[in-house]
């Protein structure tokens, strides 16, 4: 069994079976700014490789190596879009999101699906959400946000957004659903933490924190603290293993 920081550790690379259908895609928008800044049409793969979070972002690109370790064969895709100050930025990163899901969701019948971004990100991902059809949705089975807006109503059941410690953006709407040991239903919190076990051993402990005012490094701080990403990841993969995993068809989603 691997320790809780081999776990966290393992890297799967961003291409694996990227041209066939992986049982689960991390479809992810950075935050502004995040690198890469300039890119030539058609060029964004190329100007992201020459960076670390190879255009995920920080706190995008460390959670999809926590998803790959968790969810063998995950693979990911990093939302083409400028991540800059311009206005028409969250619009360019909806579109290609929306766009990269639904070629995805036709190419890969079987393949299912999890949703997310940081700050600029989580507006492109909440933006997407309600102009997916129903039979996309379905296969969404988890969204993970950071430094973002709430959850969209469509997704509610099977999204957290999450709000880290001295994060000024999001303070103001407080913590995601759900909301941990303070609002989970008497008798709720075992049958949480024995469902994110089912990603981990190592995940149980992730399932009782609260989705907000934990951590530390306010609103850049959510990939060197580390603590929600990992939540994160734990609970893109106990949704996951809800719906069966590879071989579940659609998803049991937590009501």
């Not at 039979?135 to 969404?140: A, E, F, K, V």
């Not at 399932?207 to 306010?218: F, N, Q």
Request: proline share 6%; with cysteine; net charge positive.
């Amino acid at each position: 069994m691997l320790s809780s920081v081999a776990l966290f550790a393992v890297l799967v690379p961003a291409a694996l079976a990227q041209g066939g259908c992986s049982p689960l895609e991390l479809i992810y928008a950075r935050a502004t700014t995040e690198p890469p800044a300039k890119y030539s049409a058609g060029q964004f793969d190329t100007a992201a490789a020459r960076s670390w979070s190879k255009g995920y972002g920080a706190a995008g690109y460390s959670l999809f190596t926590n998803v790959s370790a968790l969810i063998p064969g995950a693979t990911g895709y990093p939302v083409h879009y400028p991540a800059d100050m311009g206005g028409s930025s969250p619009n360019e990163g909806t579109a290609d999101m929306l766009k990269h899901i639904e070629e995805r969701a036709k190419a890969c019948p079987q393949q299912k699906y999890a949703l997310g971004g940081h700050s600029q990100g989580g507006f492109v991902t909440t933006g997407a959400i309600p102009k997916m059809p129903a039979n996309i949705l379905s296969r969404i089975v988890a969204v993970t946000m950071f430094g973002s807006p709430a959850c969209p109503t469509q997704v509610r059941n099977r999204c957290i957004s999450y709000c880290q410690s001295g994060d000024s953006v999001c303070a103001s709407r407080g913590g995601g659903s759900p909301k941990g040991a303070k609002g989970a239903k008497l008798g709720g919190l075992v049958e949480r933490e024995a469902l994110w076990a089912m990603a981990a051993p190592e995940c149980a402990q992730y399932a009782s924190k609260p989705t907000s005012g934990l951590g530390k490094g306010g609103h850049l701080g959510y990939n060197a603290d580390g603590l929600y990403v990992r939540a994160a990841a734990c609970y893109i993969a106990a949704q996951f293993n809800k719906g069966g995993g590879a071989a579940g068809g659609a998803a049991a989603l937590e009501q």
